[in-house]
């Protein structure tokens, strides 16, 4: 009976100094617009400073470990992302298990990708551009970020799907890969609409479909690739997470304010600058995304034998 009196006591005190929110990315980024806008939230409800510390590196591994290794007391958070749902099967050793060790706080955005060609490529739409593949086994390239990415998992997606076979070439970052894909060097790349669009806009690439499962208001005019290959989804996600064994009071509490966060007008505005899907709901909610993406990516990484080490 104690122990269940003290329960709510720890949840009300809580927070009572900084949080951190580790960030396994660089910063600048995309993710640390976000990370920023959710901590200014959660700051403004919750009367203490939410603090972004990136820690990049291996993958967004080292990171997350760092989030895996602290106390599990709530004043530790992981801006979790498609990365680490992409990385349990990608390496064979980590020091952690993701779904394990991350206890799931709230789901917040997931971003798509723009399937986008050269605008000298002889084809208008997705099934233009398998039929063009088909008759071109292995001569057509896709590029990608790097090797275990969402770009280059979507492009292996979308080869199975599509039943072609397309060649892989894998750059240190989009940039490089657009750069080549602009000078015909490669043919097709999944990349972020913030990077791409510029390009569709001003006539230089060609936006064949979305990688999300429908259509993007923001991306108008631009079909999902989903219309013409059925349950075909390739989109990053982000959320909320915190060490395993972190008091559910807390957990719940932290949920309640981001679901509140992304309902309010100002912060879905900002979200929607990312050409982001705003997702919302509870920590079981999120448990169920995550543990969807492991299963989908490590098939799609196990069929193409795609190894990091």
Same mark, same amino acid.
């Given at each position: 009976?104690?122990?269940?009196?003290?329960?709510?006591?720890?949840?009300?005190?809580?927070?009572?100094?900084?949080?951190?929110?580790?960030?396994?990315?660089?910063?600048?980024?995309?993710?640390?617009?976000?990370?920023?806008?959710?901590?200014?939230?959660?700051?403004? @409800?919750?009367?203490?400073?939410?603090?972004?510390?990136?820690?990049?590196?291996?993958?967004?591994?080292?990171?997350?470990?760092?989030?895996?290794?602290?106390?599990?007391?709530?004043?530790?958070? /992981?801006?979790?992302?498609?990365?680490?749902?992409?990385?349990?099967?990608?390496?064979?050793?980590?020091?952690?298990?993701?779904?394990?060790?991350?206890?799931?706080?709230?789901?917040?955005?997931?971003?798509?990708?723009?399937?986008?060609?050269?605008?000298?490529?002889?084809?208008?739409?997705?099934?233009?551009?398998?039929?063009?593949?088909?008759? @071109?086994?292995?001569?057509?390239?896709?590029?990608?970020?790097?090797?275990?990415?969402?770009?280059?998992?979507?492009?292996?997606?979308?080869?199975?799907?599509?039943?072609?076979?397309?060649?892989?070439?894998?750059?240190?970052?989009?940039?490089?890969?657009?750069?080549?894909?602009?000078?015909?060097?490669?043919?097709?790349?999944?990349?972020?609409?913030?990077?791409?669009?510029?390009?569709?806009?001003?006539?230089? /690439?060609?936006?064949?479909?979305?990688?999300?499962?429908? @259509?993007?208001?923001? #991306?108008?005019?631009?079909?999902?690739?989903?219309?013409? #290959? =059925?349950?075909?989804?390739?989109?990053?996600?982000?959320?909320?997470?915190?060490?395993?064994?972190?008091?559910?009071?807390?957990?719940?509490?932290?949920?309640?304010?981001?679901?509140?966060?992304?309902?309010?007008?100002?912060? =879905?505005?900002?979200?929607?600058?990312?050409?982001?899907?705003?997702?919302?709901?509870?920590?079981?909610?999120?448990?169920?995304?995550?543990?969807?993406?492991?299963?989908?990516?490590?098939?799609?990484?196990? @069929?193409?034998?795609?190894?990091?080490?």
């Amino acid at each position: 009976m104690l122990c269940c009196a003290a329960r709510p006591s720890f949840a009300q005190g809580y927070p009572s100094r900084p949080v951190h929110i580790v960030v396994p990315f660089p910063p600048g980024g995309g993710t640390d617009i976000l990370a920023r806008v959710i901590g200014q939230w959660l700051a403004e @409800r919750l009367g203490q400073p939410f603090v972004v510390e990136n820690r990049p590196g291996a993958g967004a591994n080292i990171g997350t470990h760092a989030v895996v290794r602290a106390p599990s007391d709530g004043y530790t958070l /992981l801006l979790a992302a498609s990365v680490n749902a992409v990385n349990a099967t990608l390496y064979k050793k980590l020091p952690f298990d993701f779904i394990r060790d991350i206890a799931p706080v709230a789901a917040m955005i997931r971003l798509p990708n723009v399937m986008v060609v050269p605008q000298d490529l002889p084809v208008r739409d997705i099934p233009e551009f398998i039929a063009y593949a088909k008759a @071109r086994p292995g001569k057509v390239n896709f590029a990608s970020a790097g090797t275990g990415t969402v770009q280059h998992l979507a492009g292996e997606l979308f080869k199975m799907m599509a039943g072609i076979d397309m060649t892989h070439i894998p750059y240190k970052g989009t940039a490089p890969a657009l750069q080549d894909l602009l000078a015909g060097q490669v043919q097709v790349l999944f990349a972020n609409s913030a990077s791409s669009m510029k390009f569709v806009t001003s006539g230089k /690439l060609r936006a064949l479909g979305v990688t999300s499962a429908g @259509r993007v208001p923001s #991306l108008d005019g631009v079909p999902s690739i989903s219309e013409f #290959l =059925r349950g075909f989804e390739a989109t990053l996600f982000y959320g909320l997470g915190a060490p395993r064994n972190t008091p559910p009071e807390i957990i719940e509490t932290l949920n309640g304010e981001i679901d509140s966060g992304l309902a309010e007008p100002r912060i =879905r505005g900002q979200l929607a600058d990312l050409d982001g899907i705003v997702l919302g709901g509870s920590p079981a909610d999120f448990a169920k995304l995550i543990e969807g993406e492991v299963a989908k990516w490590g098939k799609v990484i196990e @069929r193409a034998n795609i190894r990091i080490e």
